[in-house]
């Protein structure tokens, strides 16, 4: 099994999303994913990129990847969002979440972020018990908040 | 009393970091805030921007401002993240808060976003109560995390 971690290209966009797709029906809202594959790889690799992705391949199919952009704390400064990060469920257990989230510290550390910020579901047990490898702090102070325009 | 509501300009920068200190006191993490003026000026106005926002001027005094960056949701595309909103102890109450927020709206629409986000510390029952109006939806279920890097 050959794992090759590497930046997402725009050609990637169709299985990112199809992979994106299958998080959100892990997450219990598969009808909340409204973004078309048109405007997605225009938001990350148009004139103006506001995403950045890195793929894990096996054996040159990607089989997870994990997608940031950039957020403006009036706090910290510029930080790194992790938006999402996702291995198929054939693939879980062998390393790539770790390899992936491995190559986004790198990444920060290069930009020179100041730090790595994301969320979790407060049930989703499997990714808490793997961010706590990394010494994560948790927060569950902070609510989400929405309104359509 | 003259209430404008305008888009910030560099020169402002000074006194929205002011602002966001008093936020910081009020959201009881005032050592939280570590950026600098230079870093916080540039990603605002440099050659990238990465966060817009408008102020509310009472007498030509900035009393209150709402900062935004975008933030990519590879399920709803591009929104307004509303990073800080912000109206000083002594104008609350008179109807800046309300400017400000419609006239995030209203730029959210222009700039044809899907939505606006942001969160909201669980026990900050003013803020809840100013949000209802908007009939906003509050999704508790999300836990922040974050590491440095």
Redesign the interface.
């Known amino acids: 099994m050959k794992v090759v971690i590497r930046k997402a290209e725009k050609e990637d966009c169709p299985r990112l999303l199809e992979l994106?797709k299958e998080l959100?029906v892990y997450e219990k809202?598969p009808e909340?994913?409204?973004?078309?594959l048109a405007?997605?790889a225009e938001?990350g690799f148009g004139d103006k990129p506001?995403?950045w992705a890195f793929c894990a391949e096996v054996d040159g199919k990607i089989e997870g990847f994990a997608?940031y952009?950039?957020?403006?704390?009036?706090?910290?400064?510029?930080?790194m969002?992790l938006?999402?990060i996702i291995v198929t469920e054939a693939m879980r257990g062998k390393g790539l979440g770790k390899q992936l989230f491995d190559r986004l510290?790198q990444e920060?550390?290069e930009k020179r972020?100041?730090?790595?910020?994301?969320?979790?579901?407060?049930?989703n047990e499997p990714a808490i018990h793997f961010?706590k490898k990394?010494?994560?702090?948790?927060?569950?102070?902070?609510?989400?908040?929405?309104?359509?325009?």
């Open positions: 994106i959100a809202a909340q994913v409204t973004v078309s405007h997605f938001s506001l995403w997608l952009y950039i957020r403006y704390s009036t706090w910290k400064g510029q930080r969002y938006e999402d510290i920060a550390r972020f100041a730090g790595i910020t994301w969320q979790v579901l407060e049930w961010y990394y010494d994560a702090d948790f927060d569950p102070e902070w609510v989400n908040c929405s309104i359509n325009v």
